[in-house]
């Protein structure tokens, strides 16, 4: 195995520049103008909408059908992944105090709750 040999001597890799103090306070107060510009642009957007006429109420029911009824599927599945989560920790838990026969009242409560 052969090497090449180069005209330019090897570096090494300096380290990354960090802003100094006031260039961070900067970019910080910046991103802070910047969040409470667009809060007060969704303000303002949603008064504009507010205050533009009469609400339409088959669309808003249809939104409430597709946001609430139409998801009971995927809140049913999470309740139940949860469950069994709960139940297993519970169940190692209270396993050490010979609690077992109160892991069903507990997930229970945990949920419900």
Known sequence: MT???SDQPSQ???PPVRPNLLERLY???EKALF???EITDLAVQTIQQAWRGPIEWPLVTAQ???IG???LS???ITSLFIGMVLALQTAYSLA???GKLFIGTVVSLSLVR
């Open 74 to 76: 995927i809140v049913a």
């Open 69 to 71: 009824f139409k998801s």
């Open 96 to 98: 050490e105090f010979g």
């Open 35 to 37: 969040y409470i510009g």
């Open 64 to 66: 409430f059908e597709q």
């Open 12 to 14: 090494a890799a300096s």
């Open 3 to 5: 090497s090449i040999a």
């Open 27 to 29: 970019n910080r107060f």
